[in-house]
């Protein structure tokens, strides 16, 4: 059989990231070329070094504009096409709404949203050329449950929801495939060294989630995969959660 992925250029974004090296390396395995990026220069030029030599990356700033064109250049430049984009850069500034800064304001914002928005804007122009793209974002579960803690991060990724929905819509005549995958909290190091450490938040995190244990960054990492395929022709404008049953419907 083959590869599901087989010829297709994928970017991934916060590509130093638990979550999003496994999607990188679930589009690999899936037959993808990646082209990683993220603002942690020396965990994505060792990371993009454990892929082997054909994993080009960028560091820099996605809430800015040129990195995010720079990025898709990159691509084009390798590789010839772009395919896939996965906006899995992020990350949450998780504190009760009223103990944020506007600077912690300011960055949720950044790293959740901004990014987002500047590699849609920078990747749908290849896209459309092609007739053919396939645009998966990270969003998250914490905004259909409103988590404790979460209104400024849920309000960066509701954004990110929103942009699903809208760009969906504008592009799906171009066979542009536009979709979110909202996990529930995901077993990444810094939440199992916050279950190690027993932190009451993580019992509030728990409680929500019926199957009773994080996501699997695997676990969030199929359904981008599958997202990302053209078995998901008919996929367009969903969130869809990785949850455990943290919501349902
Ligand atoms: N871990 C969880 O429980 C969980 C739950 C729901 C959603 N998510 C989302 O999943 C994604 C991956 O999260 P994670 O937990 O693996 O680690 P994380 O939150 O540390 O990942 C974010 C990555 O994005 C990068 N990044 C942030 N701002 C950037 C910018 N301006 N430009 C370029 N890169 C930038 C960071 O350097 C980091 O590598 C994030 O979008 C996060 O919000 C995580």
Known sequence: MSAPLGGQVAVVTGAASPIGKAIARRLVDDGAKVVLADVD???????????GDDAPWLAGDLSLEPTAVALMDLAKRRFGHLDILVNNAGGGV??????????TLRRTLDRNIWTCLWCCRAALPLMIEQNYGRI???????????????AAYNAAK????????GLAREFAGYDITVNTVAPCMVMTPM???AMEAR??????FLAVIPKGRPAACDEVASMTA???????????????SVNGGSTML
Not at 94 to 103: D, M, N, R, S, V
């Open 199 to 204: 932190n009451p938040l993580i019992d509030k």
């Open 136 to 150: 998966v974002s990270i969003g998250a579960d914490s905004v259909r449950n409103g988590l404790a803690d979460h």
């Open 41 to 51: 220069e020396a965990a994505l030029a060792a990371f993009a070094a454990s892929l």
């Open 226 to 240: 599958y997202l990302a395929s053209r078995d998901a022709a008919f996929v367009t404008g969903q969130v869809i």
């Open 191 to 193: 939440v199992a060294a």
């Open 94 to 103: 998780i504190l009760p709404f009223l103990k944020h800064t506007p600077e």
């Open 158 to 165: 509701g954004g990110v929801h929103g942009l699903t929905t």
